[in-house]
C-alpha cells in the first residue's frame, strides 16, 4: 500500500500514527509532498485533492483518514486501535469524529487568519472558534477517561491538537484546558507522535 500524505496535515498523520502504533509501519510506502505536489499529484487518485489517500497493491483508493486507519487497523493482528464491536466501538469512532471536526475548525481558523486585512471574515473566524473552544472544553472534561494506550480517538485528537500548535491557533490553550493538556503531553511522548512531528 502506497499512502500519499503531506508533512503538516493532521489527517495524514493520523494515518501514520496508526500504521506505527500496530506495528504496520514499514508494510506501507510513505509519499511525502509538498503542497505543489499535492496539487498535481493527488487529484489522479482523489478528485477532491485531499490527503491522506492511499493506493492498495490491487490498484483500489481510499480516502479519507477515518477509512484509511480502518483499513490500517483491519490488518492489525494485535490489539485493535477501533474496539470491533459494542459501546466501545461507537464511542471511539465518535471520539474521532470529534478530533477530526476539532481540527477541521482550527484549519478553517488558521485559512483565514491568515487572508489579508480587506479579505478576512472575522464572522467565520469567530464562528469557527466557537466551535474549537467547545470542543476543548468537552474533551478537557472527558481527557480524565481516555484510553491508555490510545486508540483512534484520542489518536484523532491528539493530532488536531498538534495541529493547533503548530500553527498557533489559541496560544496559551495548556492552561485554560489543563487536564487535556497533560494528557498531550504524554501522548507526545509516544514513538509513533515523535516520528510523524508536523513539518
Ligand atoms: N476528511 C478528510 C480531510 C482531509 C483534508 O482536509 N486534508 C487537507 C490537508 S490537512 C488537504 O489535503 N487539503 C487540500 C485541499 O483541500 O485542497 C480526512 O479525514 O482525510
Redesign the pocket.
Known sequence: MKCYF?G?????R?VRVAAYETGLGDEVEWMTLT?EE??EV?PEFNP??????AVLDSGQVL??????CAYVDSLNKGSKLIPEEGDARWAVLTLEAMG?GF??AI?AVSQESQKPDDKRTQGVIDRQMGKATGALALLDKQAGDFNDPPLMGEISVACALG?MEYRDVIPGWREDYPALASWYVEILKRQSFILSRPE
Open positions: 503531506t503538516n496535515s493532521p489527517y495524514a493520523k503542497r499535492r496539487a493527488v477532491l485533492g485531499k490527503v491522506p489517500v480516502l479519507d483518514s477515518p477509512v484509511i477530526d481540527g477541521e484549519i495541529y
